[in-house]
């Protein structure tokens, strides 16, 4: 399992359209993946914003070329409305391979 890890930050006032975003824009692109495994989106205010980390977990790094074309896997896909909204973001995300998992 790969987990994809990548960060952004928003203004309070913005903080609402990025969540709408995610849901309406990056989720369904997540879903028609078949090596898609699952999505956390963390956040937390900090300084009068948001931060947010999206943590996403893909069976292959295949699936991940599949979601952001050949030979992009280390950049952030990050639409032109998405910019606008987040006041800081991660150009490049890392992953990380998956060796322990714990769940209750």
């Known amino acids: 399992m790969i987990v994809r890890v990548w960060t952004g ?7 609402e359209e990025y969540r709408r975003q995610f849901a309406e824009v990056y989720l ?5 993946i078949a090596g ?3 999505v956390e989106v963390l956040e937390r205010i ?8 999206v943590i996403s977990r893909w069976e ?5 070329n599949e979601y952001t074309g050949p030979g992009r896997a280390e950049h952030a896909v990050i639409e032109k409305e998405t910019r606008e909204a987040l006041e800081v ?4 995300v890392k992953h990380f391979v998956l060796v322990l998992e714990e769940r209750r």
């Open 9 to 15: 930050t928003a203004l309070e006032e913005n903080a």
């Open 28 to 32: 369904p692109r997540f879903r028609a």
């Open 36 to 38: 898609f495994r699952g």
């Open 46 to 53: 900090h300084s009068a914003r948001i931060e947010f980390v």
């Open 60 to 64: 292959t790094m295949d699936a991940i």
């Open 89 to 92: 973001y991660d150009d490049r």
